[in-house]
C-alpha cells in the first residue's frame, strides 16, 4: 500500500468537549486500520495540548489542523455549552469550511452538528442533534429528524452522545460493507442491553431543557449578538 | 451536603488502555452529580501526565493513586496488551487491593477484569471480561460468565469494552433507583440502534484470538514468569 492510498479520518477535539461523542465513534474507526489498513485515525485540535472535558479529565489531540487540512472524513463531537462557545470559533469554524469541501464524509456527533450548521453546512438540508438541541438546530435553518443518524449527501450525523457508536458501525459498513462492519462491532463487543431497555419517546418532552440550552447561548455567544439573536430567535 | 456525605467514584487511567472502556461509564457516571451531587468522579493515575491509549490521543488523570486512596467505587478500564502488562504493575495492583479493601464497590470493564483477577480479588468468584480473553480469565481461577455483566458480592464486572455502558447505567440503578439510571440514560441518548443488530454469539468463536491474546502474555509478562506460565497453562 502506498502512502497515495491511505485515507485519513479526522476527529476534532476542542475544550469541554463530552468525551463519548468523541471515543464512542473513535474507538471502532480506529480499530478499523487493523482490518482494512487503508483507513487511519487522528484526533486534531487548534492546538496540540491537553483540554479539559465535561468529565473531567483532559485529553490531548495527536496533530493540529494545519497537520492535517484535507483529511477523507472528518467526525465533530458535541458537548453542552463549551459546544456553544465553538459555534462562535473563527479558526475551529473556518478548519470545518475548509476540511468540509475536500471530504468524501462529514460526519457529526450530538451537538457537534451545530458547529457543521453554524459553519454554514447544513443549510437546507436534514439533519440530527442531540434532542435537546433540536430547537437551535432548526432556527439556523436545517431540518431536524428524530433519528439515530441521519445522511444527507457527504454528511452524516449522530443523535446525542452514545449515538456515534451506531453511525461508525454504519460509516464503517458504508466504506467497507458490512462483514467488515460487524467484525468491528464484535471486537468492542457493541451487543448493547440497556438495564431497562431502549428510551421510550413517547414520554419525552424535547423542550423541556430548552431553559437551560438558551442559558448557554446567552452566556457563551455573547461576543456573536446576530447568531445568538438567530439561536434565540429573537 | 458536608464533605463527609461526598462519595467518589474513581476510575483507573493507564497506558495504552482502550478509551472507550473507560469514557464509556466515565461519562453516565460523571453525568449523576448534575443529579444527585452526593456523587463525584475522578480519573486517577499512577503520575499526572499524558497517557496514550489504542485509539491515538493521549488522555490525562486528574488525580493520582496517593490522592484518591480510599473510593467509595472503583472501576478499572481494560484495554489488549497494554493492560496484560498492568497485570505485573506492583504499584497499580497495590492501589487496587488497597482501594478494594474499603470499598463499596468494586467495577471492571472489559479485560479490567483481568487486573483484578492477577491481584488476588477474584479467586473463586463468578465474573466476565472481553470474549477473546475468557481462558486467561478461567486461568487465574475465576469462573467466566458470558454475560453482559456479572455481579459478584462488590465485585460488577462488564464484558468487553462498550459494555461498561450498560453496567454503568446498572451501577446508577443499584446506587440510586430506576428513576435517575434513565434519567442519565436520556441524557446521553443512550437509545441504542447497531446497524445490523446486536451480535449473534452462535456464529462467534471465543477462542479464535487466543493465538493473538496468548502472544500479549508472552511479550508483555516476561518479568513474571510465574504469573505467564499460570495464563499459558504450561
Redesign the interface.
Known amino acids: 500500500m502506498s502512502a497515495e492510498d491511505e485515507k485519513t479520518i479526522a476527529f476534532i477535539?476542542y475544550p469541554g468537549l463530552?468525551?463519548?461523542d468523541l471515543?464512542?465513534p473513535?474507538?471502532p474507526l480506529?480499530g478499523l486500520r487493523r482490518l482494512v489498513p487503508q483507513w487511519k485515525?487522528?484526533?486534531v485540535g487548534e492546538r496540540i495540548e491537553?483540554m479539559g472535558t465535561?468529565?473531567?479529565?483532559?485529553?490531548?489531540?495527536?496533530a493540529s489542523f494545519e497537520d492535517v487540512p484535507n483529511p477523507n472524513i472528518f467526525v465533530v463531537p458535541g458537548g453542552g455549552a463549551p459546544t456553544i462557545k465553538q459555534m462562535g470559533n473563527d479558526v475551529l469554524l473556518e478548519y470545518v469550511r475548509r476540511a468540509a469541501e475536500g471530504a468524501e464524509i462529514v460526519a457529526s456527533v450530538?451537538t457537534g452538528s451545530l458547529i457543521l450548521a453554524s459553519a454554514g453546512l447544513l443549510d437546507g438540508r436534514n439533519a440530527t442533534t442531540?434532542?435537546a438541541y433540536h430547537t437551535l438546530l432548526e432556527r439556523l435553518g436545517v431540518t431536524y429528524l428524530p433519528e439515530?443518524w441521519v445522511e444527507d449527501g457527504k454528511f452524516v450525523m449522530s443523535?446525542?452522545?452514545?449515538?456515534g457508536?451506531?453511525m461508525a458501525?454504519?460509516l464503517i459498513?458504508r466504506l467497507t460493507g458490512?462483514k467488515i462492519?460487524?467484525l468491528v462491532?464484535?471486537?468492542?463487543?457493541?451487543?448493547?442491553?440497556?438495564?431497562?431497555g431502549?428510551?421510550d419517546?413517547s414520554t419525552?418532552d424535547r423542550d423541556m431543557l430548552y431553559p437551560l440550552v438558551s442559558s448557554y447561548v446567552d452566556q457563551e455567544l455573547v461576543d456573536r449578538p446576530e447568531l445568538q439573536n438567530r439561536l434565540l430567535n429573537r
Open positions: 477535539l463530552t468525551p463519548l471515543i464512542g473513535l474507538q480506529s485515525t487522528v484526533v491537553p465535561d468529565a473531567g479529565l483532559s485529553m490531548t489531540p495527536e450530538c442531540h434532542w439515530r443523535a446525542g452522545v452514545s449515538a457508536i451506531d458501525l454504519h459498513a458490512e462492519s460487524r462491532q464484535l471486537g468492542i463487543e457493541y451487543d448493547p442491553h440497556p438495564p431497562y431502549g428510551i419517546w419525552v
